[in-house]
């Protein structure tokens, strides 16, 4: 019962609907011309005129040209006739050629032709005036008449007919005009014979013949239509221009016949031959109209879509484009073709949106979506009616979202999620529309964001410090842009700021909430709140440890009294906090080389801490601020204070070492070795003592407190601590402290403790005997002393060899001065004489050397070649004049000593002596040494070590060279 009910009410509307489409008005103009005479524009010509037209542009030229010259010439010609007749000839082929040209498509091809016609129908009477002939009157006047004729029929056909000519060709044109003319006339008997004729002249003739029939046979009510089909049989070779002049024929005899009454179907004609003219897309458009107005919708729609593929321009296009839609809108109201209506909107949209007619597409797009939403709204919520709604508004968006109606179409929507309980797209889309929006306009928006989006996460806006523990970091995230465009709309409300900061600290923008609280915080009405402020953005500062911040809220709670609503970790107090706080900043100011900002900060804390490590270890840094502050008294008496404190720890320690040490740059001995004498004492299992001990060294001695020097000597070479090149340095400042000591009986005794060290000590000992020995001559001379002492040492060994040479130096000087007492009392040198004291000046020298290891042994031998070259001038210059063999002799004897010393002398460099490393630094104090070292230097000789094996290697010496 419904459905027929249904199917009525349907009916209703259609029929009623007709009569409102019937009245429509076209938007494309229709052109139905029943004149024929455009047709017959390309059938009179006169055929023999054909082969005489011009081929081209240049023939054209040619053709004109002649016809001026002619002209010209004619009044004065002797064959007036012939140039006349040459003149109209001439006019003739110009006015066929651009009738035959002119398609109705140029401007200038029409002008041409009229003109063409009008200089050919302006000179005929002066040329029918010169010509007498009557048979070439006649072939005059045919091409003259056929141009009459089509300028005006009625006045032309008689003169036309009453023509005489033998060509056959012009015999059928003129037969077929005049079963035309006949035909015109409703002469229906001519019928026959215009056919016949027509199919004699062209094609195109019997498409005029089945045209003016198909007239005659219109008007007298008969059936015309085969006719017309015959015609757009025929026409399909022809020009456009052509096709359009049938087609407007065919359209005016279809049109203007009595029995059209609008009825646009059946076409009469076939339509293939006229696609593509002019008024081909005109007539769809009435086809579409009269399918309308039948009911068939889904028809018109086609000649409407293909009446926009015919049209030219883009304006009428889009006219047409809106009656597909509003078809297809009528399609839709059905209850079908919901999708190809929108599909259209949306191409039409697309198509034509920079015209007019686009706002009209988008109205229609909008009324689409906005009954479709509305539908939905009246009906319970169901998952598949919002799935199949998503579709249509998704394509609505994407395409027609610029529309002026589209902010009511997406807060439509928007409701309707809503009802669906899809909040999360229903927020979306709030914030989307906010977005767009201004005024009061946006604030509803966005106040039913936030009441959509606090709800979902359960977010209490009157308690705006028990924030729920939220772990949807988007959810969060679109409060706080909701939040944000909403600020201007509360401003003043602090419950609104403090949800907005707890929105970035549950997101983790510590930075932006800390931002927000400090803003709050001197605002805040309520006194909780800005406690609970106060310890949000105390606790965030501790988290990303920000001492600085750390370090300003609590003194800015000092001086506002803010309270903590929560415990500090690990039961601090304030205090506590603000200690830790500020020692790290003066940790960090110290390490970036801050000095004056880390000083600041520990004169903050300083009077807050007890006697304690902590508190050395401010006062510590606080001296060595000032150290690098170049502030050397004020780091002095800081670590003064650290030295008088208590607990005796490694920041004491080291406190009091550096104050040692600065007092020592300072110059202030004797403080420096009171801070490490209070280390010693107070600290005697430090780590430390014996760089302590060391300085303490160096300081005694500088000093000249030898004893106490020694005495911190003997206890680091007693240490196991001291390894052994620590030892042989201490061991050559206990030496060099006996030099200026000048005791017996402590010399003595560091003998007897050095030779107990176990360590390479030779050099030390060694040093040590000669000290005493040159000291107390008793020693020295004692046999019984050096064979207690272990040769195999070195130690014995070198203090006789040092013993030897000094004696031998004091022989060589005294057996010189004999031989120049000689020289000197004029007695002539005996050379047995010289080369004995010579020897002998060698033997004693060689003693030093008898001794294994000697140490002077190099230097004894040096003294050897001096005398041999000694000896060997004086040889020559006492001799003078008086050389004999024997004192020739003598000289090549000095000079072979000379050269095998030489070689001797490299040998023993090379092979070297590791006994005597202390060599050099005995021969710092001996001028002895110093000769033997800067001639060694001169020789390039750099290994100072003296050979261990001597025995066996008489006149063994190192080369004096030229004179120190």
Known sequence: MSFIKTWLWMMVLLLASKPALAKETPILPLDANDCCVPLLQGILVDPTLLSELPKSEEALARLVAQIEADKKALPKAKNKEWKAKRIIDSLAVKAAYWQLKDDGTKLFDTKAKEKAQKDLLSFAPIALKVVRNSKQKQAMLFPVMLTQYLVNPKLASKGLMSLKTNDPRQVDLLEFLQSFDAVSRKEMAAVKTLEDKAARVSKKASIVAALIKAKVIAQNKGDFHSELRYASRLCQDLSLSDREKIFRFSLGVWTKSPDFMDQWEPV???????????????????????????????????????????????????????????????VYETGAGREDYQNYLILSEGRFHSLSQGVRFLQMHDDLVLGEIAKRQGTPAKPEHLLDLRQVYDRYIGAAAFSPAARKVRATWVDLLEKNQQYDEAIDGLMSLAKGSMGIVREKYLRHAIALQTSSLKVDASRPWNFPDVKDSRQLSRLASIMDMLEPFNQGQVAFAIIRSRVSEKLGLVEDARIRFKTILPTAPDANDRNQIFTSLLFSAMAAQDFPEVESMIELSLRMNYKLTQALPDKKTMKDLYIETIVYLVHDSFSHSNWAASRQKMDKIIGMLPASSLHNEILYLKARAFQNERHFNDALTVLDIIEQSTPLDETWKQATLDKAALNLAQGNLEASVRSYEIYLQKAPDGDRLLDVRKSLVDLYLGMDQYLAARKNILILLKSDDTDDSQKSLLSDKLISLHKHLGQDPELKADIAFVSQLEFENRSALAQLLNLLGKRNQTIAQSEKFFQEQDRSMGAVSDFLSESAYASAK???????????????????????????????????????????????????????????????????????????????????????????????????????????????????????????????????????????????????????????
């Open 268 to 330: 009469p004609f076939q339509v293939n031959c006229f696609q593509e003219t002019k008024g081909f897309a005109a007539m769809l458009e009435r086809l579409a109209i009269f399918a309308r107005n039948e009911g068939r919708l889904d028809k018109a729609i086609a000649y409407y879509n293909d009446a926009v593929q015919k049209t030219a321009t883009e304006t009428q296009k889009a006219d047409l484009s809106t009656k597909a839609a509003e078809t297809l809108r009528q």
């Open 810 to 964: 004091r022989f060589a000087a005294q057996q010189f001065a004999k031989v120049q007492s000689s020289y000197k009392a004029e007695s002539e040198p005996v050379p047995e004489a010289l080369r004995g004291a010579y020897q002998a000046v060698a033997k004693e020298f060689m003693k030093a050397c008898d001794v294994p290891s000697s140490s002077y042994c190099a230097p004894a031998l040096s003294e050897v070649d001096f005398e041999a070259k000694r000896y060997q001038q004086w040889l020559t210059q006492a001799a003078g004049s008086k050389s004999s063999v024997e004192t020739r002799e003598l000289d090549s004897y000095f000079s072979k000593e000379a050269q095998a010393l030489a070689v001797q002398l490299n040998d023993a460099v090379n092979r070297g002596n590791v006994e005597a490393r202390w060599f050099n630094t005995l021969g710092l104090e001996n001028q002895e040494m110093w000769r033997f070292l800067g001639i060694a230097s001169q020789n390039g000789i750099t290994r100072l070590d003296i050979p261990q094996d001597l025995p066996g290697q008489p006149s063994l010496n190192f080369s004096q060279g030229v004179a120190q």
